[in-house]
């Protein structure tokens, strides 16, 4: 299994600003993703971050709004730009299991908890 | 794309066995995840079905039927720490970044009282 350290682990920010999350593991890991869960709603894939390359991103979220980092295989920030109330979510970083793409295993880290005022 | 269906909320007895139902609609099908999320922490792993059939694990089974796009998670000898929401997840097998993309449900919130 992978341990995932991600922070901060909750932020209060005000509206128009920017919140960088920072995710780290344990082992070096090809696939890491960023999911989004919304109050109530369950978790929405916002883009799977690329090691070297741009960041791959679901329909929906885009570059602007959501630059994401990898600069090695242990490493990835999301920033979540120019906040809004409906930003006020849980950000969570994923990776997937060592056993490979057969088990599809996730780990998931703690999560960020924003809320957007 | 895909569209997954489980009830929102169930409540159980502890020392009682419960069955939490998924059904999906989708593009295509690499497999179905069953994953436990306590309050406030992150998702967990618990079941992985691609194949027909029932995949049992200590205290947990879950069972998948591809014809009919379905799947139940069934936890028996319920305890008190089972309370968690319980999240079915589907794999598609044309994501575009390989075989790691999960559509997630919303997940059941499940109870379990004395």
């Known amino acids: 299994s992978a341990v995932i350290s991600q922070k901060p682990s909750r932020d209060i920010c005000q509206r128009g600003t920017s919140l960088t999350i920072q995710c780290q593991v344990d082992s070096q890991v090809t696939m890491m993703f960023w999911y989004r869960q919304q109050p109530g709603q369950s978790l929405t894939l916002i883009a799977t971050a690329n090691q070297g390359s741009e960041a791959t991103y679901e329909s929906g979220f885009v570059i602007d709004k959501f630059p994401i980092s990898r600069p090695n295989l242990t490493f990835s920030t999301l920033t979540v730009s120019n906040m809004s109330p409906e930003d006020s979510s849980i950000y969570l970083c994923?990776?997937?299991?060592?056993?490979?793409?057969?088990?599809?295993?996730?780990?998931f880290g703690e999560g960020s908890r924003l809320t957007v005022l | 794309g895909q569209n997954i269906d489980q009830p929102t909320e169930m409540t159980a007895t502890e020392g009682a066995i419960v069955q939490i139902n998924c059904t999906y609609q989708t593009s295509g099908f690499n497999g179905l995840f069953w994953y436990q999320q306590h309050a406030g922490e992150a998702p967990t792993f618990l079941s992985y079905n691609v194949l027909d059939g029932l995949e049992e694990k200590g205290r947990f089974s879950s069972f998948l039927s591809r014809s009919k796009g379905y799947s139940y998670l069934l936890l028996k000898e319920l305890q008190m720490k089972d309370s968690a929401s319980y999240l079915c997840a589907v794999r598609d097998a044309y994501s575009g970044a390989g075989s790691y993309q999960l559509t997630f449900g919303k997940g059941t919130k499940l109870s379990v009282i004395p």
């Open positions: 994923s990776v997937a299991g060592a056993e490979g793409p057969h088990t599809g295993e996730l780990f």
